[in-house]
């Protein structure tokens, strides 16, 4: 039986599933770069992909270069699109362009299911593990449902859109002794690995100030405001699931939905989840949290369009004194501040007040991470040991919870104490009330965690 399976059945169907894969494996495996390493079809850990929009697509790329894997399903609710170009420029998306992709890579004769519907992909037993890549109002639902049916799970950041059902995933990987990775790929680059080792061998000294630097929101429309109807191929209704269906246009739909609270949390929850999840990382709380945070110096743009912040600042403090702010208005990356120095890092760049800590042979102490050749490559691994990937769920969710609380703070507009142990804001119960309400449109039906007998 290999290794990776959590249910016997799953593993019977993926042997009988195996012959279907080997009357095709030659196309499979006729790209050198595969040929040495790729194991039999039987050994291989089957994928579903649900999303099919940009992100979607790099993730199919990371997963088609992983000889360990074979992507045997893919799912979007659109067909085709061109994402945020005009009609027919630039390259296409959705699950017709993904199709002919994993064929022309894998051979036209690969063993691949299309579906309209997750629920349809999910439902395959012979599917080990899923890749989430919807939009974010998508992730916890797909996320969860994968995970009851017995799945692994690999769900882009944001983990989820609301706080609660951060928590609930959480809860419900743990009961499941599921494999999880979130998309927060930086975890998984030597760059911000070089920081965090820096930190924890205390070069910088003892941490005093984290400044994180996160993108601006969107200041105006990013697209055509024109409402119009879907366009044959697209279930927009199906696309909005859970959450408001707001008239459908250019500026709220591909690319830029997340302008609207409807669907994502603006920039600040886009990439929250990348610079301040290292600094949880580097800083040692990624199992905790803040215990004080607000809102400071908001500003929404002028438009009916977007509900999101285009500036913002978070400020929050750590138990031991640490402070720290989230801001679009802190140089974009990270810099933790320390009694002897700092470090700074952002994608492709990496400065410290030393500039020997940045020699590649420069050994920062006796803290040092082991990570795989990549993030694709760590969650597959994990399958096979049921060990804990580097983005794990509970890491995921406690990296996100201060945005969660920002826009608690702002809409309040007042400082919030944080209970990082019991999850709960302190002295206040309408705060975390409205923290924690999760209102699904009818007929999807918030998450429920169904007990074992």
Not at 99 to 118: F, I, N, R
Not at 424 to 436: N, Q, S, W
Request: charged share 20%.
């Amino acid at each position: 039986m290999p290794s990776h399976s959590r249910n016997p059945e799953t593993s019977v169907t993926r042997r009988q599933f195996a012959s279907v894969v080997t009357a095709v494996g030659a196309a499979a495996v006729s790209a050198p770069a595969r040929a040495t390493t790729r194991p039999q079809p039987s050994d291989r850990i089957t994928i579903g992909i649900v999303g099919l929009g940009s992100r979607g697509f790099n993730l199919l790329d990371d997963f088609l270069g992983q000889p360990k894997c074979q992507i045997v399903a893919l799912c979007d609710v659109d067909e085709f699109h061109h994402r945020d170009q005009p009609w027919g420029k630039g390259k296409t998306f959705g699950r017709k362009p993904a199709e002919e992709h994993v064929k022309k890579t894998c051979g036209s004769d690969s063993p691949l299911q299309v579906y309209a519907d997750y629920r349809e992909l999910i439902a395959r037993k012979e599917i080990d593990a899923v890749v989430v890549a919807t939009p974010d109002h998508w992730h916890a639902l797909c996320t969860f449902e994968a995970l009851q049916a017995g799945k692994d799970v690999y769900c882009e950041k944001p983990i989820t859109h609301l706080f609660a059902e951060g928590q609930t995933i959480v809860a419900e990987v743990a009961r499941q002794k599921a494999v999880f990775q979130t998309g927060s790929q930086q975890r998984s680059d030597p760059l911000f690995q070089k920081l965090v080792e820096i930190v924890h061998n205390g070069l910088i000294g003892d941490v005093q100030t984290v400044e994180v630097g996160l993108p601006p929101g969107y200041a105006k429309p990013m697209g055509s405001t024109e409402v119009v109807e879907p366009r044959a191929g697209l279930n927009y209704e199906f696309w909005c699931g859970p959450s408001t269906k707001l008239p459908l246009m250019q500026a709220r739909h591909h690319r830029w939905w997340r302008g609207h609270t409807a669907f994502g949390g603006g920039v600040l929850m886009d990439w929250i989840g990348h610079h301040n999840d290292i600094a949880h990382w580097a800083i040692g709380v990624h199992r905790s949290g803040p215990v004080k945070v607000e809102a400071v110096d908001w500003v929404f743009p002028d438009t009916n369009v977007y509900n999101t912040p285009e500036q913002y600042t978070i400020r929050c403090e750590y138990a031991g004194g640490i402070t720290c702010t989230i801001s679009s208005r802190n140089p974009e990356g990270l810099k933790i501040i320390g009694s002897k120095g700092w470090v700074f890092a952002r994608r492709g760049k990496i400065e410290a007040s030393d500039k020997r800590w940045l020699a590649s042979d420069f050994v920062p102490g006796p803290i040092r991470i082991q990570s795989s050749s990549s993030h694709a490559a760590n969650f597959l691994e994990n399958i096979d040991t049921r060990g804990e990937c580097i983005a794990p769920a509970e890491i995921a969710h406690r990296s996100i919870t201060p945005g969660h609380l920002g826009y608690v703070s702002a809409a309040l507009g007042k400082p919030l104490s944080w209970d990082p142990i019991t999850e709960t804001i302190v002295g206040d119960d309408a705060a975390d009330r409205l923290l924690k309400t999760v209102e699904y449109r009818a007929p999807w039906q918030p998450l429920t965690v169904i007990e074992s007998a």
